[in-house]
């Protein structure tokens, strides 16, 4: 390695030539760990045996991230899940990968020399598997489409295919996840059909009301309810379902957040239409990285061709992310759900040592989601209570925020906040309650 005389020689340190070599030789899919000389990056970049956008993205995000961290210490606002499978994966398990990239000048070439080979595990076994454990859905193979897509793009590609008829909108319950953002600056936008629901039997009226309406193409359902966190139960689907049929509005339901309900508990409600389409993807159950931006996958109705989805994900890349997520369910399924489990524990203990009137909800004890609710005497004063906690490093979600800017809730929400722990350390959590706690209790006392 070729070094000025001015620099300090660390025999510790690989060299500039390792390094871009253990660049080369990660196929994509896994998190660069420790701390990455942009240099090294941008060098990498201009092999010809790496995908440059994928180095790219790696060095941007790294950057990103490490911005949000110094500015935002506590984001608890953010339902990301920033569990790492690789530190429950024994080495010789992920040493496998490896070593099969180092043989071949390319990463693409290996892994399909690896499909040649021998036997190999694919994402779509590994789904059928999962749903035969968790769930009695029922559906053909052929109904299962994986492309290599995180959870919001899936669900783009299907809201797409369901209201390709110009005049068809989107029924979207509020609040909700800002899913009519998937279109911001896309040729062709899409038309939403926002009510409000929050709470089931307003969810069931308000579909109600806007199917009557003619022009609906599909109906978007997040269960449990995010951010709300209430849940559909079999008699509320099939109510839905009935008014679905009758004016021919097709279901798709966003099973992400399923996955991090307790095992044992994480039956789909898909089980109780007639034809939905399902989508789910894994950042949520096992993390965003390596694999949880890049495993989503959707279950079409019986009557939909699967060509109608193409699929963007090459053999190389869908055949090392089925191996990451063998590697996943193998020995991390219970450890990410308890980790979950611990830091929701931390958090509410916490922070109702401050106030006890304070009143906690989640759909369950290793929910990713947590609803923060103030009483109802609080109301004037937890109006600002989000920009006082960003003061102090910590970030919170009022609930009437998951909306679109032109559309009026009537309910109030204001003492009322979405508090996630996916992406902030147990210590951290505690130091956060209790900032927001301590604040809480002097806006009372004030």
């Known amino acids: 390695m070729h070094t000025n005389k001015h620099d300090d020689i660390d025999e510790n340190v690989p060299s500039r030539d390792e390094e871009i070599k253990r660049i080369i030789s990660n196929p994509g899919m896994f998190r660069m760990r420790g701390e990455m000389d942009p240099r090294i990056l941008m060098e990498a970049i201009f092999s010809d045996r790496v995908h440059p956008e994928r180095v790219l993205f790696e060095l941007l995000n790294e950057l990103m991230h490490k911005a949000m961290n110094k500015e935002i210490p506590y984001n608890m606002g953010s339902a990301h899940y920033t569990y790492d499978i690789l530190n429950d994966i024994p080495i010789a398990e992920t040493e496998k990968l490896y070593k099969l990239t180092e043989r071949f000048e390319s990463p693409a070439y290996a892994f399909t020399k690896m499909l040649s080979q021998k036997k190999t595990n694919n994402i779509e076994e590994i789904v059928l598997d999962m749903h035969s454990r968790e769930t009695t859905l029922k559906f053909n193979p052929k109904q299962l489409i994986v492309n290599g897509k995180s959870t919001r793009y899936a669900m783009r590609d299907v809201i797409k295919i369901t209201t390709m008829d110009k005049n068809k909108h989107v029924a979207l319950p509020l609040p909700n996840w800002h899913f009519w953002e998937l279109f911001d600056g896309e040729n062709e936008e899409k038309k939403f059909a926002f ?29 449990p309810s995010n951010p709300l966190g209430y849940k559909i139960d079999q008699k509320l689907a099939e109510e839905i379902d009935v008014i679905a049929q009758k004016y021919g509005i097709d279901i798709i339901v966003d099973d992400v957040l399923r996955g991090v309900q307790p095992i044992g508990d994480r039956e789909s409600i898909g089980i109780y239409f007639s034809r939905p389409y399902i989508v789910e993807g894994f950042s949520k159950r096992f993390g965003d990285e390596p694999i949880g931006e890049v495993s989503a996958y959707t279950i079409l109705p019986k009557d939909v061709s699967g060509k109608k989805f193409r699929s963007e994900a090459n053999i190389a890349k869908k055949t090392v992310v089925a191996e990451l997520m063998r590697m996943a369910f193998a020995y991390s399924e219970k450890p990410a759900i308890e980790e979950l489990t611990a830091r929701n524990r931390i958090f509410s203990d916490r922070l109702l040592s401050h106030d006890g009137d304070i009143k906690v909800y989640r759909p369950s004890e290793s929910h990713l989601l947590t609803v923060l609710e103030l009483p109802n005497t609080y109301w004037s004063k937890s109006t600002d209570l989000d920009d006082q906690l960003m003061e102090k490093g910590v970030v919170i979600s009022p609930i009437e925020m998951y909306k679109p800017d032109d559309f009026q809730l009537s309910e109030n929400y204001k003492n009322k906040f979405r508090i996630t ?10 130091e956060a309650a209790d900032l927001i706690g301590e604040t809480i209790r002097t806006m009372k006392n004030e």
């Open 195 to 223: 009510f409000e629901a929050s709470s089931p039997e307003q969810l069931l009226d308000g579909f109600r009301k806007v199917a009557k309406r003619g022009n609906i193409g599909s109906l978007v359902l997040v269960n």
């Open 421 to 430: 722990v996916g992406r902030i350390s147990s210590c951290n959590i505690a």
